[in-house]
Structures are given as structure tokens and as C-alpha cells.
């Protein structure tokens, strides 16, 4: 059983940065794969980030260069680094966590996840 909690979320001119934070409770955080998703108004959930358990990383052709996931297991918290942020990034970012055994196969998906944060909104003005 996993809560999550995210933050970090805020205003930002074109090309800034922000620094998501996804805080998690639960005594195996360590056995989960955890994911960033975002849904931006009138459009579909859509897949940013994914981290293993042992640190594999991948990203969403959209940000791959610009944002940076990350994991601290001993804080039980994930985190998104987002820069050279973009009017177009605007949206609730949720982060997401599973244990799901077909993670490196499906972790794109959003069905895949088990347990889901409330999200944060990211808004990024021209």
C-alpha cells in the first residue's frame, strides 16, 4: 500500500524550471516503480517519466532532454526536474507507483499503475 503525495507545482515563465516532489508513504517504497504522468485541459493523460527500482530511467519524447526523474528511497520520495520548461508543458502532473511485474514492458501506460497522487498544476506563461 502506497500514498502519494505531490508538490512543487506553480507558475513559470518559458524556460524556467520547477522541481516536482512526490512524497510517499509505505514501509516497501523501494519495490515500487513509480511514474509522472500530466493531462493538460482537452487532452489525454500523457506519459513524461518512469524510474525502476533500480534506477532505469525513461521519458516521454515530448521532454526527453529537458526533465529528469529521479528517486530517493531512504526520503520516500520521487522527484521531476523540469527545465527549459515550454507554454505547451502546462498541465496537472500526477505521479504515479506500481509493482507491477510487466513495468518494463508497459510503463507508459497509465493502466499500469496502481496508486495515484491528487496532482500538482504546472503552469507555464510565454
Known amino acids: 500500500q502506497v500514498q502519494l503525495v505531490e508538490s512543487g507545482g506553480g507558475l513559470v515563465q518559458a524556460g524556467g524550471s520547477l522541481r516536482l516532489a512526490c512524497a510517499a508513504s509505505g514501509r516497501t517504497f523501494s519495490r515500487y516503480a513509480l511514474g509522472w504522468f500530466r493531462q493538460a485541459p482537452g487532452k489525454e493523460r500523457e506519459f513524461v517519466a518512469a524510474?525502476?527500482?533500480?534506477?532505469?530511467?525513461y521519458y516521454g519524447d515530448s521532454v526527453k532532454g529537458r526533465f529528469t526523474i529521479s528517486r530517493d528511497n531512504a526520503k520516500n520520495t520521487v522527484y521531476l526536474q523540469m527545465n527549459s520548461l515550454k507554454p505547451e508543458d502546462t498541465a496537472v502532473y500526477y505521479c504515479?507507483?506500481?509493482?507491477?511485474?510487466?513495468?518494463?514492458?508497459?510503463?507508459?501506460?497509465?493502466?499500469?499503475?496502481?496508486?495515484w497522487g491528487q496532482g500538482t498544476q504546472v503552469t507555464v506563461s510565454s
Open positions: 524510474i525502476s527500482w533500480s534506477g532505469s530511467t
Open positions: 504515479a507507483a506500481t509493482i507491477s511485474s510487466s513495468w518494463y514492458l508497459l510503463f507508459a501506460r497509465s493502466g499500469l499503475y496502481d496508486y
